[in-house]
Nanobody
Framework: QVQLVESGGGLVQPGGSLRLSCAAS?????????MGWYRQAPGKQRELVAT????????NYADSVKGRFTISRDNAKNTVYLQMNSLKPEDTAAYLC???????????WGQGTQVTVSP
């Protein structure tokens, strides 16, 4: 069982930046987990934002955030980050952290942190 706690969301103006954090606990082998960030806006389906493979390799981004968002992980702290720059109103959503151990199908989710981009 893995517990995920997101933080760092808030209200920001267009063009601004935020850094989200997701702290994982419950597993002693954080490096074996594929970590991801997803987002869900009201009335819309959950969509992938970025993923980071085990030990930080195999990084992928949604086309809508490429060049603006950066996913990173600190394996010593069992934490994954999402640096979001040049934020746009369409980035407004609840951002959720996910974790899936390599070779398994079970995905763990955090409760999410709200990001609102508005003048």
């Amino acid at each position: 069982q893995v517990q995920l706690v997101e933080s760092g969301g808030g209200l920001v103006q267009p063009g601004g930046s935020l850094r989200l954090s997701c702290a994982a606990s419950g597993s002693s082998i954080f490096t074996m987990y594929i970590m991801g960030w997803y987002r869900q806006a009201p009335g819309k389906q959950r969509e992938l934002v970025a993923t980071s493979g085990i030990s930080g390799g195999s990084i992928n981004y949604a086309d809508s955030v490429k060049g603006r968002f950066t996913i990173s992980r600190d394996n010593a702290k069992n934490t994954v980050y999402l640096q979001m720059n040049s934020l746009k109103p369409e980035d407004t959503a609840a951002y959720l952290c996910s974790a899936r151990r390599m070779g398994t199908v079970t995905t763990y989710w955090g409760q999410g942190t709200q990001v609102t981009v508005s003048p």
